[in-house]
């Protein structure tokens, strides 16, 4: 959301954690558990409002301050009542979870999409008048699933875009197998971890192994695990920029997690809990890192058009800003 704002700053940019727009939503944060691990509060709203402070950002958390003209949302699972009746965008912001029982019986009764208990029915709600997605295969994923494919653009993903920037690192390490890890735990899903670790051991037949833990994790539980089920000298890092690790390693072994799509833009052999055919089908394009501005490039279209939301979308002719795709073929 910052760098897409950086192509608006003509606007008044204002910035808020995703917030429960219900009382229901409400009396789960502060008298339940269930909330804990989520973006909705803890690490991870303190981590978003300690970035928007730090980078001089306007922060009107719940929305209130202004009668807003346009919202850019990250999710459609929680989209305030507020926010209805106003020019609304969504953007993907990384793998969506595979859809479960749960997820098809949330969608098929009406209940509210975040009762899933996951991200599996994220941008495919169809409230939103224009949907911004990671790629072709995203867009026919999401069509499938409930959103009219006349409101998604293909703009590619901010964060997710240019991946050869990461080949030029100064990480220590190199040549190793790494495991990045999921908090499946922490959000109430069942994993067998041990398993999973045996099963990375075994993958990497005796080369390094690099563990990358998941920042919602209980560092001290899943560092104890690794240490008791892995070769001496296995390395484990729970903070460091995680693309650097990616770039550098000669496999790549993920539960569900977004950064496989770092090691299949890199040319990497990777391991996923999806069906990586799937995943490399669903990969986000590269761009050379002009989604935001792509994605900018439609609020600033939407926000100046008078007529109605049909009629933008039969109108608008988005022609993204670079369609780059890098000629990697690393080990």
């Known amino acids: 959301m910052h760098q897409i704002s950086k192509y608006l700053d003509d606007y008044d940019c204002w910035f808020s954690q995703l917030f429960p727009d219900n009382p229901f939503l409400k009396i789960i944060i502060k008298h339940t558990p269930l909330a804990k691990g989520t973006v909705l509060t803890g690490?991870?709203?303190?981590?978003?409002?300690?970035?928007?402070?730090?980078?001089?950002?306007?922060?009107?958390?719940?929305?209130d301050r202004y009668n807003y003209d346009l919202v850019v949302n990250c999710t459609d699972m929680i989209?305030?009542?507020k926010f209805r009746k106003t020019k609304t965008i969504w953007v993907q912001e990384g793998m969506i979870d595979k859809r479960t029982l749960i997820s098809s019986i949330v969608k098929a009764t009406g209940l509210p999409p975040y009762c899933s208990g996951d991200t599996s029915l994220n941008g495919s709600t169809n409230v939103c008048d224009i949907y911004c997605a990671a790629s072709e295969g995203y867009k026919s994923y999401l069509a499938k699933h409930g959103t009219n494919a006349k409101?998604?653009?293909?703009?590619?993903?901010?964060?997710?875009?240019?991946?050869?920037?990461?080949l030029g690192n100064d990480f220590p390490h190199h040549g190793y197998v790494m495991v990045a890890t999921s908090d499946m735990r922490e959000?109430?899903?069942?994993?067998?971890?041990?398993?999973f670790i045996k099963q990375a051991v075994k993958i990497a037949a005796g080369r390094q192994l690099l563990f990358k833990l998941h920042p919602n994790e209980r560092v001290n539980r899943a560092v104890a695990e690794i240490r008791k089920h892995t070769p001496v000298g296995t390395l484990v890092y729970h903070t460091g920029n995680t693309n650097h690790m990616i770039a550098n390693c000669?496999?790549?072994?993920?539960?569900?997690?977004?950064v496989v799509y770092t090691g299949i833009a890199l040319g990497k052999k990777v391991h996923s809990y999806f069906d990586v055919n799937e995943l490399k089908r669903l990969a986000p394009v590269q761009n050379g890192g002009t989604s935001a501005k792509n994605i900018a490039r439609i609020c600033r279209s939407y926000l100046n058009f008078t007529g109605t939301k049909d009629e933008f979308l039969s109108s608008f002719n988005f022609q993204p800003e670079s369609t780059l795709q890098p000629e990697v073929q690393y080990a």
């Open 43 to 63: 690490q991870f709203k303190e981590r978003s409002e300690n970035y928007l402070i730090q980078h001089g950002l306007q922060i009107d958390y719940g929305g």
């Open 79 to 81: 989209v305030a009542e």
């Open 151 to 166: 409101k998604i653009f293909i703009t590619g993903i901010p964060n997710y875009d240019n991946h050869v920037e990461f």
């Open 187 to 195: 959000t109430y899903r069942f994993e067998n971890r041990i398993e």
């Open 250 to 258: 000669c496999e790549l072994i993920t539960q569900y997690s977004t």
